[in-house]
Every structure is written in structure tokens, then in C-alpha cells.
């Protein structure tokens, strides 16, 4: 049975990921989840899986070196798949310090603890083992509204403290391929969207804020644009990286999806009228009206779009969820699932771990 240490699964894009690979592979794979559970990090998100007798949850810091060493020395790790880090750009302007201390020193950690444990005398490495680093578009910087692209060739470019921080993520893992020959990918790819994102990100933000007749805020004239991938597209993509990938290359992972912060917005009101059912009171919420601007985002990134052209030759990954249907089954998601919500918003999701995991 292959094990997997997943950091970060108890987020957003780690669950998403999770999910698929019990979906995919069932029983066949074991998963070992770890995740320090900040406020982003909600278990809630794997209530379904908690109790399957392939999967584990630790709650530890990634920064903790003797704590995922140990996690190594107990497990045979088969594939490391490492999402954990700390990633909305507003908190890094704010706590620069903090993104660096989980995205760089939490990365070195976990690159020390796999080596540590796959490193043969010889310097080469055990056999099947493999590191898939998950990272962002945003290194890249930002790009001209003249129809250009992000390839894997692309200068990094960061703009912000959260993408520098991603940014040397990914040189600390490219340095080891190179310095090592350390069985490592990276991934970059490009906004995410889908069940389970925490309401600071735009797309919850705004189906949640529409819903209640919040105000809908807009960064600057609206018209930033960015590429969005279905999450269950992404999580396929890492999978796909993993087993059938270059190992030692970066591969860029983009939706074709490129869309205005504006006219997302636009879409969701529209597709929220249109699923809201007559009768319904949150229906006479929705509205343009809500829509309101504010000071734009310091540093703020005019355009990312990212070409996927070397992960669709090589592996034969595609996108395959167009931006209507999956905002639509986003909606249903949220629709369903209300409770989540509310326990995301108010902070009660936070409880969860003392009620399930705390008296073990």
C-alpha cells in the first residue's frame, strides 16, 4: 500500500486533493494528513474520511522539524505532496515575517525530513519515492494585457511577500534536485475555486456576502484578470504529475480561464439569481448594487494566465471543467452546506478538533 504525507490537508486545495485520491484509488493508498490547523485549516473539510482506517490526521507545525522526523521514522513515506503553506496576499502585506517562516523554513523541513529518510549511503535515492511541491503563478510576477503567458521558462518575477516567499519555496526545492538529484516536482497553477475555500478568497467571498446583502468589494477598477482552475482539476493534475511526470521538472497547471475580478463577480450574481429558487429571500438580496470599490491592493498584479502546454504534451492533463459549469457546481456546493459556512464565518469550525481529536 502506497502512503502519502499530505501537508496542508486540512485546507482548501489539500482536502479537495484528498478527497479525489480516496475517490480515485479507494483502499489501495493510505494517507497521513498533517496540518497545524491556522485558520485556514478545518477539519471539518474531511469529516467524511476521518474515520477510514487509511487515513491519519497529525496536527503539527511543518516548521517542526523534530515532529515531522519523527512522522517519517514511524511511516515508509511513498509520495509527499506538499500544499501547507500560508497564502493570501493581503495577510502578507500585513505579516511578511509569518510567510516567510511557514513557506521557506517549513519547506527546508520538509525537503531535510524526505531526504533524511529516502537518501541511500551512496547519495542516490530510494526507489519510488517521490516530493511534488505545490506552488503558485503568482512567482512569476505580472503580465501585460497583451495576450502573452506564464511558461515554466518564465523569469520568477514576485511582486508581493506571500509570492517571494513561493518563490524561494521553489528555488529551495529546485536547488536540491539540482545539488542532490532529490526526487522533486514543482507545480505552479494558476486561482483556485471550488468546495471548502475559506471566505477570504474571492469567489466564496462573494457568494457569501451576496447571500446576506453584503457589500461586494472590489480592488481598484475590477478589471485585474485571473486564470481560475476548478479545484478537482488541479488535484487530477498533482496526481497525474506525480505518477507519470519528468521528475526533476516544473509544470505549470492553468484553467484557460482567464476572467476580470469584475466580471467574476458579474458571473456569480448572475448564476445565483438564476439557481435561487422563487420564493426564495435571499433572491431579492442579490444584487449589482452590492457591488462596491475600494482602494486597490498595494502591489497589486494586473494579470496572471498561465499555459499548460508542457503538462498537457507530456502527461496528457487538460482542464476539464469550463468556468460556467464549475462556478455552478461551486454555488451547489455552498447551497448545500450551509452549516460550513456559518462555522467558517463565526470561527466555530475551530472547535472541531478538541471535540474529535482532543480526548483521543
Not at 493508498?29 to 496540518?35: E, H, K, L, Q
Not at 500560508?86 to 513557506?103: A, C, G, L, W, Y
Not at 511577500?161 to 536547488?175: E, H, I, N, T
Request: charge should be negative; glycine fraction near 6%.
Amino acid at each position: 500500500m502506497r502512503t502519502y504525507l499530505v501537508t496542508g490537508g486540512a485546507g482548501f486545495i489539500g482536502s479537495n486533493y484528498i478527497h479525489y485520491m480516496f475517490r480515485k484509488y479507494g483502499d489501495s493508498i493510505r494517507i497521513i494528513n498533517v496540518d497545524c490547523l491556522t485558520y485556514a485549516g478545518n477539519l471539518e473539510n474531511l469529516k467524511d474520511v476521518a474515520d477510514r482506517e487509511n487515513y491519519e490526521f497529525y496536527k503539527v507545525n511543518i516548521c517542526d522539524s523534530e515532529a515531522i522526523g519523527r512522522i517519517f521514522a514511524e511511516n515508509d513515506i511513498d509520495r509527499v505532496v506538499h500544499f501547507a503553506a500560508e497564502s493570501h496576499v493581503d495577510r502578507s502585506i500585513k505579516h511578511p515575517e509569518v510567510f516567510v517562516q511557514t513557506n521557506v523554513l517549513g519547506t527546508l523541513v520538509m525537503l531535510n525530513a524526505a531526504k533524511a529518510a529516502w537518501e541511500l549511503p551512496d547519495g542516490s535515492f530510494r526507489e519510488d519515492k517521490k516530493f511534488l511541491h505545490v506552488s503558485t503563478d503568482e512567482v512569476y510576477g505580472s503580465l501585460e494585457e497583451d495576450g502573452t503567458f506564464f511558461y515554466e521558462t518564465t523569469p520568477i518575477d514576485p511582486h508581493s511577500p506571500y509570492s517571494a516567499s513561493k518563490a524561494s519555496s521553489d528555488m529551495l526545492v529546485k536547488a536540491y534536485i539540482d545539488t542532490y538529484h532529490f526526487p522533486a516536482n514543482i507545480t505552479n497553477c494558476s486561482n483556485n475555486y471550488g468546495p471548502y475555500q475559506f471566505p477570504e478568497k474571492l469567489i466564496p467571498l462573494i457568494i457569501n456576502n451576496a447571500l446576506q446583502g453584503k457589500k461586494l468589494p472590489v480592488y481598484g477598477d475590477g478589471k485585474n484578470v485571473r486564470d481560475w482552475l476548478y479545484v478537482d482539476d488541479h488535484a487530477k493534475a498533482i496526481d497525474m504529475v506525480q505518477e507519470q511526470g519528468r521528475l526533476g521538472e516544473r509544470y505549470n497547471i492553468g484553467g484557460h480561464n482567464e476572467k476580470q475580478n469584475i466580471e467574476i463577480i458579474h458571473i456569480i450574481l448572475d448564476t445565483l439569481q438564476e439557481m435561487l429558487p422563487d420564493g426564495d429571500p435571499r433572491k431579492e438580496l442579490v444584487s449589482e448594487n452590492l457591488i462596491t470599490y475600494v482602494e486597490d491592493r498595494k502591489g497589486h498584479d494586473r494579470r496572471y494566465a498561465i499555459a499548460p502546454d508542457k503538462i498537457k504534451a507530456e502527461i496528457g492533463w487538460y482542464p476539464e471543467t469550463m468556468f460556467k459549469d464549475g462556478i455552478r457546481l461551486t454555488i451547489q456546493w455552498f447551497f448545500e452546506h450551509e452549516d460550513w459556512m456559518k462555522h467558517v464565518t463565526s470561527g466555530d469550525y475551530q472547535k472541531y478538533y478538541e471535540e474529535m481529536y482532543q480526548n483521543r
